[in-house]
């Protein structure tokens, strides 16, 4: 896991020399992702210069530095993240006649590769998670890559004869001829999704690369950009429409268990320590359970716990880690541990983000990096196996509430939203705890504005923060993407397989896998996410939804395998989400420090926002009378990043 960043320069203006200290500058910038060495590589002649900071992982020497070239000499590259079957391809390639190599890195490996098959028939026989920068001496490109899933970032952006990009935003803002124009209609989007959608980023001349893609440009920057697939959600759901998984239920669970252990075999080699994220739930469980059926010691785990009522996932945590065994580590912060993180996130997120599980986030990695140099995560099972609460909530949508007449719909919306969310909370007090879903209010209020909606606006609903957020950014205009294309509903008839679709597309990267990305590598670690090797991704689209969905309960099959190895007494509990307190801390101890954002007067000082709705949210929020977390939580880390970055 590494940090890559890089430019070229049409003016043809500059050394070598002075090409290098500029991406070593840029590098500088994102050196928390690589602390172990940084180097630079430059081409005076065509104004180019790659840049790359090292966080060894696999071959410890010098051997493994970049930037790498080619034994052929053709070929120079930066690359970010790791590919688990290099010592398969190097012993494909040794039988081809390539059999000499410098150490045991699978960068050179790759190399080799692009020297033989060329760059994308390389790139499609890869397992892992990537970005990579590449220069081809012989047809005068760059092509850029990311992996399948979109785990790793890569940023790029053309402006003023020149071509920039990085792992993050931070190592373009770096380069000394950056310029960047707020986008207004992307600031929109991020108040619905509490992330900047792909390929938008916070800057009208910076995109993100879409996972799957590869962008190639022509050294002289004269040509449009050529962007091409070479891996597709929509390829893999065709596929597997067309070749469901014809097996028995035991079939499909020993085949999952099959692909996800050697997933997760693949993703324990390091040359470094290595442990897991454990929070006790289906996903990391399943991961922890398969790492330790394959480790010859006790498996490192690691969770954090805190001290209030329907955040803390610690004591599940390690009730799995006993049955299995592991070397389990646990901290319980304390609130002002967790509110410290609090002024580092517009940095570390160098665009706005506001998932609020960014903090406990950080944490566990911050704790984990004291123990391990690489931790494997259990993300990705929810979006793959149907197990977020609102799959399977919505076939009702088709059931029971979809048969209602109009009229009843909006009148129970209304008389649920009648009440406050602390009454509906106090309701389900009543519930016995091992069924109480956490935040119960804040759902009812949730269900009462999907009620009056068709299948395609519940799930926009239920994803939305702030549903008109045109509303609240100036002059702006909400590009209408994934999630409002009509030909969605071609590809998935399914209204579940879309609601998974649409969240493998648009959350998952965007949102979750942005998240570990830069809470872990804040910290320098590596996060490995063996769930979502794209061969299971594959598997898991040829399970038709009934299979993946048994009465009412996501999951089926990685719980059946989870089960095989963990009692299902220890994990059967309500889904929790891995969050803080947000809602009491803006009552309390964060209060000062949130009115100085969303005051008029400091929410005028931008232009950028409509201070009106904001403020009235604010004191509803205040009085107890609705509990507006989410949203204002959006608007403080769109605050915070303003002021980091000083941008208006």
Known sequence: ???????????????SQSLEGIALTMAEAIDYRGPDAADAWSNAQHGIAFAHRRLSIIDLSPAGNQPMASSCGRFMAVYNGEVYNAEDI???????????????????????????WGIKATIEKLIGMFAFAIWDRQTEEITLIRDRLGIKPLYWSIQNGKLLFGSEMKALYAHPDWQGDLHRD????????????????????????????????????????????????????????????????????????????DAIKRRMVADVPLGAFLSGGIDSSAVVALMQKQSERPVKTFSIGFNEEGYNEAQHAAIVAKHLGTEHTELYVSPEEA?????????????????????????????????????????????????????FQSMKIGGSIGRLPMFMRKGSASLIKSFSPNFWDSVFNLVPKSKRPPQAGDKMHKLAN???????????????????????????????????????????????????????????????????????????????????????????????????????????????????????????????????????????????????????????????????????????????????????????????????????
């Not at 190097?90 to 590769?113: A, N």
């Open 186 to 261: 992307a600031m929109a989007a991020f108040l619905r999704h509490n992330y900047v959608p792909g390929p938008y980023s916070v800057h009208k001349n910076v995109q993100k690369l879409q996972p799957g893609h590869i962008l190639t440009i022509d050294g002289k920057l004269t040509k449009d950009p050529r962007i091409e697939t070479f891996w597709s959600m929509e390829n893999v759901i065709r596929n597997g429409h067309a070749n469901p998984f014809q097996g028995s239920d035991e079939d499909m669970v020993d085949t999952l268990e099959e692909l996800l252990s």
């Open 339 to 391: 509110r410290n993180v609090i002024p580092k996130l517009a940095h570390m997120y160098d665009e706005p983000f506001s998932d609020s599980s960014q903090i406990p986030t950080y944490l566990v990695s911050a704790m984990t990096k004291e123990h391990v140099t690489v931790a494997l995560s259990g993300d990705g099972g929810d979006e793959l196996f149907a197990g977020y609460n609102r799959y």
């Open 450 to 648: 999907v009620l009056c909606e068709d299948e395609d606006g519940f799930y926009r609903r239920l994803i939305s923060h702030w549903t008109d957020p045109e509303e609240i950014v100036k002059d702006a205009n909400e590009p209408k993407g994934l999630i409002w294309d009509p030909k969605v509903k071609n590809l998935t008839p399914n209204f579940v397989e879309r609601m998974r679709y649409l969240d493998i597309c648009t959350y998952l990267p965007d949102d979750i896998l942005t998240k570990v990305d830069r809470a872990s590598m804040a910290v320098s670690l590596e996060a490995r996410v063996p769930i979502l090797d794209h061969r299971v991704v594959e598997f898991a689209w040829s399970l038709t939804p009934d299979r993946l969905i048994k009465n009412g309960q996501g999951k089926w099959p990685l719980r059946q395998v989870l089960y095989r190895h963990v009692p299902q007494s220890i994990i059967d509990r309500p889904k929790m989400g891995f969050g803080v307190p947000i809602d009491s801390w803006l009552r309390g101890p964060l209060k000062e420090w949130a009115e100085d954002l969303l005051n008029p007067t400091a929410i005028n000082k931008t232009g950028l926002l409509n201070a009106e709705p904001i403020w009235q949210k604010w004191q509803e929020h205040q009085s107890g009378e609705r509990n507006w977390q989410y949203y204002l939580w959006d608007i403080l880390m769109l605050q915070a990043w303003c002021e980091e970055y000083q941008t208006s």
């Open 1 to 15: 896991m590494c940090g890559i960043t890089g430019f070229i320069d049409t003016s043809l203006s500059q050394s």
């Open 90 to 116: 190097r012993k494909e390639l040794i039988t081809l006649g390539r059999t000499e190599y410098r150490g045991h890195s699978d960068t050179e490996v790759i190399l080799e590769g692009f020297s033989v």
